[in-house]
């Protein structure tokens, strides 16, 4: 697969301590495009070892808008489905950049290892020194080792350490879209983490055109609804929680947006220092970037201040637990004490809610945020469809339901630029009833 690839699918042997890999076939992407298509056909391939298989989109890491995501495919520990959680920040570009487009891990290590991949080289390293290290030392401990601070860490922390039904996969310091326990599922495999830097570059079929049908959608989006809207905050108003801007106002230092994608949706706030100091706070550990809107909502439902639910956030992140669950089991068991939820997060455990098939994250809300997407039918048909195309392609599962102008027909248009493969909506629709199905 010549282009928009890094041509290449890494295999992963945990038990027998090897990596191989082989050529991305041309014909797997023009039968299931790519992103979640593919991570399920892989998973489906190597079921028997019970893999976690990680992967791009196709339009994962270009320009068109909001390209940033990729997915973590595996049978979750927690529902027994097969599964995708999104990855996001700068990481899901980097597995590309760094060589592969997929790379299935399968197999159980007898001792703690981490996965190393960077351009075009992956190394299983051993991981005894970080084992029992939270999020935050680990991700610092694997930059500071391997020499590079721009390195995207997918790590877990004590929970997953633990098998801890609400472990989750975290994104460098920080919470991630992992509702399904894949943090236990690394910890199951002696896998602390997956450390990806690349600086590989992506070929196009036809970069001029490309380029100007990416700026054309972008164009579009820059007359749409979500154009002047920001962070956490806005996303919660479009849900009915326009309180929350208030609320949270006090602690706001400042926002960020994930690779190339048109809406800043991280607000960060400032916990241990002025939030409206612009200058270096002189602490290490300021703040937390606040991602998870249904871990927000749920503290701020047990009557919590913004601080204490900012301050649990973080602690949920340091020690790789879903914070949404958290949130939502603490409800049920009656608990609205900042100090005890926290005290509890080592043996927390339960049945969480999960939306439709439970088969997409709903870190995503379930629901149109800014735009007009003129839905005809049930809304939690449209939301799994939604992510279903979102995953596929690679494109920030947020965002896609805040952007009408993200349509299934530019995202094929591009496709065919960019890959000269006949993808159209007969192939589109296969891939999505598989996936839904």
């Not at 610092?140 to 922390?157: E, F, Y």
């Amino acid at each position: 697969m010549e282009y928009l690839s890094s041509e290449r699918i890494l295999i992963v042997d945990l038990e027998a301590g090897e990596v191989s890999e082989y050529d991305l076939d041309e014909d797997l992407v023009a039968e299931k495009i790519g992103g979640a298509g593919i991570t399920k056909a892989l998973y489906e391939q190597y079921q028997e070892d019970e893999p976690i298989v990680l992967g791009a989109g196709l339009l994962t890491g270009t320009l068109y808008p909001a390209s940033s995501l990729a997915v973590i495919t595996a049978r979750s520990p927690v529902t027994g489905k097969v599964c995708h959680a999104p990855v996001t920040y700068h990481a899901g570009i980097e597995l590309k950049y760094a060589g592969f487009d997929y790379a299935v891990i399968k197999g159980r290590s007898d001792k703690p290892v981490y996965l190393w991949i960077h351009d075009g080289v992956a190394d299983i390293s051993d991981a005894s020194e970080l084992w029992g290290k939270n999020l935050w030392q680990t991700t610092d401990a694997l930059r500071r080792t391997l020499g590079d601070d721009l390195i995207q860490v997918l790590a877990v922390g004590p929970a997953g350490e633990g098998g801890s039904d609400i472990a989750q996969v975290g994104v460098n310091y920080w919470s991630s879209g992992d509702r399904f326990g894949f943090g236990k599922l690394f910890g199951q495999k002696n896998l602390k983490g997956i450390a990806l830097r690349g600086m590989g570059l992506l070929e196009i079929a036809d970069p001029e055109a490309f380029v100007d049908a990416a700026f054309e959608v972008l164009s579009s989006i820059k007359n749409g609804a979500s154009v002047g809207k920001k962070g956490v905050e806005d996303i919660c108003a479009a849900l009915g929680e326009g309180d929350v801007k208030d609320w949270l106002a006090p602690l706001v230092h400042r926002y960020s947006a994930c690779y190339n994608t048109p809406y800043p949706s991280h607000t960060f706030v400032f916990l241990d220092a002025d939030p409206k100091k612009r200058t270096d706070p002189g602490t290490d550990e300021p703040g937390f970037r606040v991602t998870d809107v249904e871990a927000l909502l749920g503290f701020k439902k047990l009557g919590l201040s913004a601080e204490a639910a900012c301050r649990l956030m973080k602690a949920c992140a340091k020690q790789g637990v879903d914070a949404a669950a958290v949130a939502e089991l603490s409800g049920k068991a009656g608990k609205t004490d900042a100090a005890a939820i926290e005290a509890s997060l080592s043996s927390l455990t339960g049945t969480v809610f999960l939306p439709g098939r439970g088969i997409f994250s709903p870190w995503s809300p379930q629901q149109p945020l800014f735009g007009d997407f003129s839905i005809s039918g049930d809304k939690g048909e449209w939301w799994e469809r939604r992510m279903a195309v979102a995953y596929v392609f690679g494109i920030h599962p947020i965002f896609a339901v805040m952007a009408p102008e993200l349509t299934e027909e530019n995202l094929l248009e591009m496709s065919r630029i960019g890959t000269e493969l006949e993808l159209d909506r007969e192939v589109l629709d296969i891939v999505v009833g598989d996936l839904l199905s």
